[in-house]
């Protein structure tokens, strides 16, 4: 899902159809495909990694409590690109289990061969639509968290119904939560930011976790990695916001 030069996640294109109609079946897609070459290592994720670690849609529903072997907090990241804050966040919270979603081939490799190398256990992967995934593969109120970091901000106004970013994607996101769990975006185009606030504001069933003085926006935790990518913009002065949701309904 991630653009992996700029490791976004991409996102929705929505369409004029009935609401009562799954996401995906309305046209609405969490990605757009990119075409990227392979490494040796991502083509050994790929081959020799993914038959321990890989989901697909065929799979379905999940009881997550049987995938892992255990009882614990669970994470989604969608859009993960090439994974090195899952890979990081996997690594340093044993405790928690961790399903990641991407559609483009040279991140969902890198990941299963860096997290292979590690010896993570606590980690699995769709490479698959995140819309499908989670309406048909991940049973409700099933989350502890869901992660959106850095989605593509498609900035040109014409092309704004294509965020993923939308009301009904973040019902669908809603529904998948534990009461408490939490919602996180972040993005480093402030345009983006507000919409986010916007539509999540908007959005029945969610608290803003936000204090006062910085709301709607949080500081960055410090369980969210800071990428390669986030650390070049903040030397070249670009901004990144953070915001946290959670369900309270």
């Not at 991630?2 to 990605?31: C, M």
């Not at 009301?167 to 529904?175: G, H």
């Not at 504001?201 to 990518?229: I, S």
């Not at 913009?233 to 959670?246: F, K, N, Q």
Request: charged share 30%.
């Amino acid at each position: 899902m991630s653009d992996t030069t700029h490791d976004r996640s991409d996102d929705a294109v929505q369409a004029q159809e009935p609401t009562e109609a799954p996401l995906h079946r309305r046209g609405i897609k969490s990605y757009v495909l990119r075409a990227g070459r392979m490494t040796v290592a991502q083509t050994r994720g790929l081959e020799e990694v993914w038959p321990r670690l890989g989901l697909t849609l065929a799979d379905g529903r999940q009881d997550l409590d049987v995938l892992f072997g255990r009882r614990a907090p669970r994470v989604v990241e969608i859009g993960f690109g090439m994974g090195a804050s899952l890979i990081e966040q996997a690594a340093t919270h044993p405790d928690s289990d961790f399903i990641g979603i991407e559609v483009h081939a040279p991140g969902v490799g890198k990941l299963l061969d860096e997290a292979d190398k590690r010896g993570l256990t606590n980690l699995r992967v769709y490479r698959e639509d995140a819309l499908r995934v989670l309406e048909e593969c991940l049973p409700e109120a099933s989350l502890d968290a869901l992660q959106l970091f850095f989605p593509d901000p498609w900035p040109k106004k014409k092309h704004h119904k294509r965020r993923i970013v939308q009301p009904a994607f973040v019902e669908l996101v809603r529904t998948r939560l534990k009461l408490g769990g939490t919602f996180h975006l972040a993005t480093d185009w402030a345009a983006y930011a507000e919409w986010m606030a916007e539509v999540m504001d908007a959005a029945p069933g969610y608290r803003n976790t936000a204090a006062a003085e910085t709301a709607p926006y949080v500081p960055r935790p410090d369980f969210r990695p800071l990428t390669k990518f986030e650390a070049r913009g903040e030397r070249l002065g670009h901004g990144v916001w953070d915001l946290i949701y959670a369900r309270d309904a």
